[in-house]
């Protein structure tokens, strides 16, 4: 009776061999497929976080209604006061005033102004929510609110630009963030009444 003699095969070491470079593949399949999803991630959060801000520093931003001059009713040749109302931009998000600068250009003069509410000197302007929709704090003006701005031009708040008759005068509003608002008016060649519309 012949005995049968089991014979080395190579096949079962090749096939174990197969299945180690087959398992190392799809683990490093898998680590580069984790690398990139979360890269991914990353990229896209920092994209919608970068389009929020684009949008929020176009949108910001103040429209004005209407700009008054109050006439010096001693000498009847200079303005006391420019009054402006306005109101933020459709689609703007709130604002503090404390973060806004005001400049006005007299030709003569140019004076940078804070709120009264963090002013560090005596040049500032004043604002008073005239309209408060949101019922914010004070300081913060947001959607459907109507804002007043005084500008004390009296010497008396430390500014030196004098607004006469028939002059060019530039009003910019700055946001912290967005759009500046730009007023530029020339003042009629003679104040005729006490309080006279500008722009």
Known sequence: MH???MGKSRRAEMGVGTMIIFIAMVLVAAVAASVLISTANQVREQAQ???????????TGFLVQDVVGVVDTTTNDKLTQVVIYMRVTSGSPNINMNNVVLSINTGNAVEMLNSTANAANDTAFQYQKLKDVQEFDSNVVGQGDILKITIDLTTANGID???????LV???IMPAFGQQTLITFVTPEMFSAANI???
């Open 197 to 199: 519309t500008l722009y």
């Open 49 to 59: 976080t970068t389009g929020e801000q684009a949008i929020n520093n176009v949108a």
């Open 170 to 172: 530039e009003i910019k």
């Open 3 to 5: 005995k049968m003699r």
């Open 161 to 167: 630009a004098v607004v006469a008759e028939n002059q």
